[in-house]
Nanobody
Framework: QLHLVESGGTSEQPGGSLRLSCTASGYTLNSYAIGWFRQAPGKEREGVAYISSSGDLTYYVDSVKGRFTLSRDNAKNTVYLQMISLKPEDTAVYYC????????????????????WGQGAQVTVSS
């Protein structure tokens, strides 16, 4: 079974940068599309970004466009979420999730469509 582990979560000041990693074990990650989600206290888990298994297709929620960038290093079995210009509203637990077939613009953010989930990484943006 595919096992995902997020890392890189920490506290950062507004305007700062962080890079989250999603590392897989059990299977090679290059067969899976990856979604990043986040959940702030008292709010629903929302889709943040998506990258196809090949890395050729990415999607981002409007609130992070231009600030967050996805990439994947299949040799390291890892997907990265680079976050810059962080805002307090980016504070949340961030989760990576995987599925074996690709999604498109109308569905990538639907959390029920992902089969495997990591345990989450806390990101806190505060001065």
């Amino acid at each position: 079974q595919l096992h995902l582990v997020e890392s890189g979560g920490t506290s950062e000041q507004p305007g700062g940068s962080l890079r989250l990693s999603c590392t897989a074990s059990g299977y090679t990650l290059n067969s899976y599309a990856i979604g990043w989600f986040r959940q702030a206290p008292g709010k629903e888990r929302e889709g943040v970004a998506y990258i196809s298994s090949s890395g050729d297709l990415t999607y981002y929620v409007d609130s992070v466009k231009g600030r967050f960038t996805l990439s994947r290093d299949n040799a390291k079995n890892t997907v990265y979420l680079q976050m810059i210009s962080l805002k307090p509203e980016d504070t949340a637990v961030y989760y990576c999730a995987a599925r074996s077939t690709g999604l498109f613009g109308s569905t990538w953010f639907v959390k029920q469509l992902y089969y495997y989930w990591g345990q989450g990484a806390q990101v806190t943006v505060s001065s």
